[in-house]
């Protein structure tokens, strides 16, 4: 301490004795710093501390983040998505806070295990081993509903079972729910209530806990690991030192999560995007549109698990293993304090904990095991399964008797079914996170365009992409009859085989007419072999009239596919000369030859008996067939079964909207936005 | 620090007791005021009610195959999220199967009744799967055991007019062994 009468103090110091003589603060420095720690200063010791750092972290990167993030149902998404890929170090700050949190449970696991060990929960510490549980409580409750507020597919998904579990506690649940959700169904102020339990209540509660854990803490001093082998040392620097070293433990640890796949992407030379390092944004949330890879995030995934350990216990299964067996283990976690005052009762508390804590290692395991499983099972020894299923229709009386009816056979068979359906549902969910992956990857692509996300939010730019629902309006509505597959696929040849109607993958390029106009291919199924037109007067054409080199050159077919094509102009790398164009097109209107049926160029055929050829495969002639194929453009006395889509039956809705056909047309053509 | 704490005098007990009085039930007003009105506003979610539980039309009939294979439809309608409203918006999925040469139409709900996932229909195995905890359903909705749900997938009200397909819309809680619609 200086002297105070000094006449030669520095600034510093006398700026420091002027706060010190009116607050009071060397004292409260030295009191926190200086806290004796029996036995000397351990790694064991190192857990809280690292915790408080964690929390620390979470509070810095998260106030960051508040500052840019929008908490609504049409900007929610949108703001996280511009935190991500276009602020300056907002994937640094985003993925601190993501992978941080994850560290924190970790930690907690870790902090409660120390504490637990050492039977730091007996007299006198009993309310602060209870004010740690709570402390869990809150950084468990702060990670659920975080995952919502990026309010992406994932996190929508996995919110929606978490409160719907929250529905089953007794007498209350449903009022809970829809407290919690803020109203019947997933909104704005599911958002603004989770982001208000996130950002507000959730940790300024844990603030004001953590202040008494702490003071408590300090009150009791520290629990000390027996038998003491060292003297005792201070709090400062010796145990700051190797809590420090701690927390630069942890901080590398989370730095190096975020920054592998950067580090990979180096080695392989690939470059590296910011945006994809860090947390992961899925595709904007979608209520009408299913999310088969929908996973709580990892350190829950036991508790999900869980759930399925009680199949075919019906609504008694899901209500012990949501509410009554997690709460039973917190109550007995409650009760720790007590039964430690035996010896055998601590035994058993290191026991339990252990128990638990392997318990939801085991339970983390089954979950991975099972969404992985077809990455290392063999599919192809259940073939045979396979194909007895798909014989009998999964139809149990023809399988027995398939079987001759042996019930050994069957039981075996059963087994089998059994392993099959496990690997079909990982497989499903591969296929799902893929899918996800390219869902995803759009909406950022779209949320990317120069002329940024419209007000009604990026799920509006992906209702209206072709790209991300023409394959679902296809599905749904043309995929029963047509293909639509790269016939230079692995699975084409089974797709197009199984298909009652044209493939119409690349449909309005040169390649397809090309097909069109071969006379194997047509009669394939990948036009028309499949469809009533087989017998057809096109089919013939091609198969007779146009395998005849004196009336057809290769050349000149050659000029009416290219022809085709140009008419189309659907999206193509192919250069089209304008000469084989020109050639082409009079050949198509010649009365003699195409434009004996088709209405093509400035021929006099009328419409009715073939296709028009004017502006075939262009945008609106796709539009005109997806409508009504019964037009007379198109096939007014020939259409096989395609139903007029765009016509509505009097008092009715048609089947699909003009948006929705165009959507379709577009896709089909190949027309859709595409980034860098 | 040598100060001792001060005790009221005897005389002024009565005194003293009043003004312990007023000032526990003045601060307890005073801090319960906002509480108050803050739980108030918090509870406002509760007397919300859900849209949903009118007559949408779905689809056609002809639309709805007949081959026992239930099939798919967004559910399309007008929807209010707190102050924004979405006119003719895809608030869900309904599954709709008809028997062979049937007028009757059977509408299934698309959301698990065990945790709310989203159902998907398996064409090569002929069932439902859910691919959150692995519950599985014929394609009439019954379950197929061993199954974590607590009851068959949930059916709509569904009305067949002059070929129109029309279901009553409904949110059902899940978790519970009886289908009860949410308010």
């Given amino acids: 301490m200086s002297d105070a009468s000094s006449p030669r103090r520095g600034l510093v110091t006398r700026l420091a004795d002027f706060f010190d003589d009116r607050t009071g603060y060397r004292a409260l420095v030295h009191e926190a710093l200086y806290e004796r720690v029996p036995g000397g200063a351990r790694w064991r010791y190192v857990w809280g501390s690292t915790l408080v750092f964690a929390f620390m972290t979470q509070v810095i990167t998260g106030l960051v983040l508040w500052s840019s993030y929008s908490a609504s149902a049409q900007t929610a998404w949108e703001s996280v998505y511009y935190i991500q890929h276009e602020m300056t170090g907002g994937w640094l700050v985003r993925g601190l806070h993501h992978v941080m949190a994850q560290a924190m449970v970790v930690l907690l696991a870790l902090h409660l295990m120390q504490v637990v060990i050492d039977g730091a ?46 529905g089953l506690v007794p007498l209350v649940g449903p009022s809970l729910q829809q407290l919690v959700v803020g109203g019947p169904d997933y909104g704005h102020h599911t958002l603004t209530r989770f982001f208000a339990l996130h950002a507000g209540f959730l940790p300024g509660t844990l603030i004001a806990f953590l202040a008494i854990h702490l003071a408590l803490f300090r009150k009791h001093g520290l629990c000390a690991k027996q038998p003491q082998t060292k003297p005792d040392s201070m709090f400062w620097p010796d145990q700051v030192l190797k809590d420090v070293v ?24 690939r470059p590296v995007v910011p945006g994809e390092l860090g947390a992961e944004l899925g595709a904007p949330a979608d209520p009408s549109q299913p999310y088969a890879a929908a996973r709580p995030e990892w350190y829950f995934l036991f508790l999900f698990q869980f759930l399925k350990v009680f199949e075919g216990w019906g609504a008694d299964g899901e209500f012990l293993g949501a ?163 790269d016939p230079a696929a692995p699975e084409a040849a089974e797709a197009v085989a199984v298909s009652s109607a044209a493939n119409l993958y690349g449909f309005g390029s040169a390649a397809w007419a090309r097909g069109l106009l071969d006379p194997n291919q047509v009669v394939s199924p990948a036009y028309f072999g499949n469809t009533a037109h087989a017998e057809g007067d096109m089919v013939s054409y091609v198969t007779d009239d146009m395998t005849d080199a004196d009336t057809w050159t290769a050349e000149q077919i050659e000029a009416v596919a290219v022809a085709l094509a140009a008419d189309a ?43 028009d050829l004017v502006g075939w495969g262009s945008r609106e002639w796709l539009i005109g067939i997806i409508s009504d194929p019964n037009h007379e453009r198109f096939y007014p006395d020939t259409n096989d079964r395609m139903p007029s889509f765009g016509v509505a039956e009097e008092g009715g809705v048609a089947p699909l909207s003009s948006e929705q056909i165009a959507l379709l047309a577009n896709w089909l053509r190949g027309e859709w936005y595409r980034g860098e | 620090m040598a100060e001792t704490s001060p005790v009221p005098p005897a005389a002024d007990a009565r005194r003293s007791f009043l003004a312990k009085l007023m000032a526990v039930v003045g601060g307890g007003i005073a801090s319960l ?89 398996d064409k090569r195995d002929r069932c439902f799967r859910c691919p959150c905890h692995n519950s599985s359903f014929t394609l009439d909705g019954g379950i197929v055991s061993p199954s974590p749900s607590p009851r068959t997938m949930d059916t709509l009200e569904c009305e067949v007019h002059d070929g129109r397909v029309r279901v009553k819309w409904e949110n059902f809680y899940s978790g519970i062994a009886e289908k009860v619609a949410r308010p």
């Fill in chain 1, 323 to 485: 509410i009554v067996v997690p709460g039973a283990v917190l109550g007995m976690m409650f009760l720790m304090p007590f039964l430690g005052r035996w010896k055998l009762g601590h035994r058993f508390n290191v026991l339990f904990t252990l128990a638990i804590l392997v318990g939801a290692g085991l339970l983390t395991a089954m979950a991975l095991r099972e969404d992985y499983a077809a990455a290392w099972s063999d599919k192809e020894a259940f073939a045979d399964v396979e194909q007895l299923i798909e014989e009998t229709e999964n139809d149990p009386e023809k399988i027995a008797a398939a079987l001759g009816n042996d019930t050994a056979r069957i039981a075996e068979f059963r087994e089998r079914v059994h392993q099959l359906d496990a690997i079909r549902r990982s497989e499903a969910f591969f296929a799902a996170v893929e899918q996800a992956e390219v869902d995803a990857h759009r909406a950022i692509e779209l949320a990317g365009r120069p002329e940024r996300i419209p007000p009604g939010g990026a799920l509006e730019l992906i209702r209206t992409d072709p790209l991300s629902q023409g394959p679902l309006l296809f599905a749904q509505h043309c995929g029963s009859c047509h293909a639509h597959v």
């Fill in chain 1, 121 to 166: 929960y007996r007299a006198p510490r009993e309310v602060n081993f209870w004010l740690g549980l709570i402390l869990m409580k809150l950084v468990l409750g702060m990670a659920l509903t975080g995952y919502l507020l990026p309010w992406d597919q994932k996190g929508y998904w996995a919110t929606r079972v978490a409160t719907n579990l929250a």
């Fill in chain 1, 569 to 611: 102009a659907v999206f193509s790398d192919e250069p089209l000369d304008a000469a084989v164009v020109e050639q082409g097109r009079a050949l198509m209107a010649d009365e003699d030859r195409c434009g004996s049926c088709h209405h093509a160029g400035e021929n006099e055929t009328d419409l009715g008996a073939a296709p």
């Fill in chain 1, 246 to 269: 701690a927390m630069l433990a942890v901080l590398a640890v989370v730095m190096g999560v975020i920054l592998l796949p950067a580090v990979r992407a180096m080695l392989e030379g």
């Fill in chain 2, 33 to 121: 005021t906002p509480v108050a009105a803050g739980v108030w506003m918090t509870l406002d979610p509760l007397r919300r009610k859900s849209s949903a539980a009118a007559f949408l039309p779905i689809t056609d009939i002809a639309s709805v195959p007949d081959d026992g294979v239930p099939r798919q439809f967004p559910v399309i309608a007008d929807r209010t999220d707190a102050w924004t409203g979405f006119a003719a918006e895809p608030i869900g999925a309904v599954y709709l199967r008809r028997e062979a040469d049937s007028d009757t139409v059977e509408a299934f709900s698309a959301t698990c009744p065990h945790a709310g996932c989203f159902i998907e229909l």
